[in-house]
């Protein structure tokens, strides 16, 4: 009688390889990361001396120019020379942030930044922080120029014009964090200036007040947060004190620009096109 055979070995199991610990999340924001990516920010742009003189002069050099085209008309460029006063300062640095962060992402150094224990909002607070300090420099530059140079008549303090022109441009530089996550090249975000600056700039009360305009273009210019920042300017043309509706208009211009970097930090994205 024959017996089954037995078998003459256990086939040993294949251990499974351990899976890779996933990267510890980075918090929100920290003030390292962020002081830290500002200053390889602003060592960049020291380098390029086009994008300082831009950013720095070119309000100047548009203040100068507008004073002097109403030379023989002073009232007409101290009823809007407030208001591009911070118009200015908003497009220049909403042209010179979108362009600088696409650069960054097409040349893959955005992608290698963000594989590093580096958030993303430590990665646009640090712009915001870089541009921010060029920000104040140009307000502070227009402002002086404006004021103590051009003669413009204000009834109100020149430090609330200063004020103003800062939170302009940092809503400038917010948008153009904001719209560079969009665009594919650098012509590409110059191309989001009609579709984002352009509208606010006819609709902001500049060419006429928004209360003239018809019902529906003056509920959409409600929404835009450059009808506020113009709305601050005149403020301080009429009133020599701070009065509520600065406070109102200036929260408000605040608030945009810190809710558009918030989007553009959500927006960011990890890998380059």
Known sequence: MTTAPTPTATTAATPTPAPTPAPAPTRALSASRTTATAARVLRQLRHDPRTIALLILIPCVMLFLLRYVFDGSPRTFDSIGASLLGIFPLITMFLVTSIATLRERTSGTLERLLAMPLG????????????GILAIIQSALATGLAVWVLGLDVTGSPWLLLLVALLDALLGTALG?????????????????????????????LFTPRSNMHPAL???????????????????????????????????VAGCALLVLALGAATLRRRTA
């Open 120 to 131: 993303k909002g430590d990665l646009i607070a640090g712009y915001a922080l870089a541009f």
């Open 218 to 252: 003056e509920a959409v210019s409600d929404v835009l947060p450059m009808s506020y920042a113009v709305d601050g300017m005149n403020e301080i043309l009429k009133h020599t004190d701070m009065t509520a509706t600065f406070v109102r208009d200036v929260l408000i």
């Open 177 to 205: 964090l904001f719209v560079s996550a969009f665009a594919a090249s650098e012509f590409q975000a110059v191309q989001f200036m009609p579709a984002v600056i352009f509208p606010q700039l006819l609709l902001c009360g």
